[in-house]
């Protein structure tokens, strides 16, 4: 059994890289991907792979592709050159066409694309054709990994087969241009080329007859509406091309949904929604806001003041104690008391009452549990 070192080992994957190096989409299924003749993706393009697709057209596999939703694109490779800027674009022609107004750009990346790195990825196991390879992010903000993005689809391309496109303009090294193509095959939307027809053309540049690009991260011009910066580009990449107009501000996604109308009061049909412009969809977006939608009712709860319930105490009732005189008057009573003034109630002892009576009180037994206190009933 032959063992290898480490060091062979890297040296062994270092030599494929240069033989089999550079970027390569493998998702969406792109042509000529297992059977290419050289190896898909080798160079950039250039004289042995033309522009478009390296050339390349053989349909090995189809991606179907639903407009309105996305579409991931995933890479192998093995030289990244630190990334770069590309675009994501589509041409309904087949074979793809070398006429390059044909080609229309539905997304664009400033950077980061398709790595974010400070050079080449040590390399990883390669793929099952030798392609170079290395670590993946799985996601689209890793660092020194390979990226993967999902690429939102207009709702308004034609149905029908096409060829989707990646172009990638490297950060570092040669001025160079790199190109991926995939069959696809649309569904879900417009039987009118109106929308198509009004993207952006691809950019194209760094190959024969075409302009050319200097170091850093390219700020491509007119790049559409959609996309993302995820570096800032570099003061003159442009180099012999024209100049982009700053840096673009992209629409992102379209308009969400327009919010659900307010209730309406007393019944009746809610007010009708404005129109939300056909663009992209996608899971992230902005809020559209309805500057004629009625100002939403505030109801004020009532809240009655609660009701304080004062206690009404009665006074004690004052008896007015009248000894008795030394020795009774003629005409009382057996069992009466002298009192003053009538009318007044009187302790008769400490379990007896009376209500005085033309100057007498008949002796009357209390109720149970009260008694004669100091002359007041307690």
């Known amino acids: 059994m032959t063992v290898f070192s480490t060091t062979a080992l890297a040296a062994a994957f270092s030599l494929l890289g240069a033989a089999h190096g550079h970027m390569v989409i493998n998702t969406p299924y792109p042509y000529n991907l297992h059977k290419s003749s050289p190896l898909l993706q080798v160079n950039p393009l250039g004289a042995d792979f033309p522009f478009p697709c390296q050339g390349v057209s053989t349909i090995e596999e189809t991606t179907s592709i639903k407009a309105g939703d996305s579409q991931l694109v995933k890479f192998t490779g093995g030289a990244q050159h630190?990334?770069?800027?590309?675009q994501f674009s589509l041409t309904y022609e087949y074979p793809p066409p070398k006429d390059k107004s044909k080609w229309k750009t539905i997304y664009t990346l400033i950077g980061g694309c398709?790595?974010?790195?400070?050079?080449?990825?040590?390399?990883?196991?390669?793929?099952q054709d030798g392609r170079a390879n290395s670590a993946q992010c799985g996601n689209d903000s890793g660092t020194e990994c390979i990226r993967q993005f999902n690429i939102p689809i207009p709702n308004d391309i034609p149905n029908g087969n096409a060829t989707f496109a990646w172009t990638w303009f490297n950060k570092i090294g040669n001025r160079e241009l790199y190109m991926n193509c995939a069959p696809v095959t649309i569904s879900g939307g417009s039987s009118s080329t109106a929308f198509f027809d009004s993207l952006p053309q691809m950019f194209v540049a760094n190959i024969p007859g075409e302009c050319t690009?200097?170091?850093?991260?390219?700020?491509?011009?007119?790049?559409?509406?959609?996309?993302?910066?995820?570096?800032q580009p570099a003061p003159g990449s442009e180099g012999s091309c024209p100049k982009a107009e700053g840096i673009p501000?992209?629409?992102?996604?379209?308009?969400?949904?327009?919010?659900?109308?307010p209730p309406v009061v007393g019944g009746g049909s809610p007010p009708a929604s404005a129109p939300v412009p056909t663009t992209?969809?996608?899971?992230?977006?902005?809020?559209?806001?309805?500057?004629?939608?009625?100002?939403?009712?505030?109801?004020?709860?009532v809240v009655p003041s609660p009701i304080t319930v004062v206690p009404v105490v009665p006074s004690p009732i004052t008896v007015v104690p009248v000894p008795p005189p030394s020795a009774p008057s003629g005409g009382a009573s057996s069992g009466s008391t002298a009192c003053s003034p009538d009318g007044a109630i009187v302790c008769i002892g400490a379990?007896?009452?009376?209500?005085?009576?033309?100057?007498?009180?008949?002796?009357?037994?209390?109720?149970p549990g009260t008694t004669c206190v100091n002359g007041v009933i307690a």
Do not use: M, W, Y
């Open 82 to 86: 630190g990334g770069g800027s590309c």
């Open 114 to 127: 398709p790595v974010s790195a400070a050079g080449n990825l040590p390399p990883a196991t390669p793929d």
């Open 280 to 301: 992209f969809i996608t899971r992230v977006s902005t809020t559209a806001v309805l500057s004629d939608a009625p100002a939403p009712i505030t109801v004020v709860p």
């Open 351 to 367: 379990s007896q009452f009376g209500i005085c009576d033309h100057g007498f009180a008949v002796a009357q037994p209390l109720a």
């Open 249 to 261: 501000t992209f629409n992102g996604a379209s308009p969400a949904a327009p919010p659900a109308a």
């Open 213 to 231: 690009t200097n170091n850093g991260v390219l700020n491509i011009p007119n790049p559409g509406n959609f996309g993302k910066v995820l570096e």
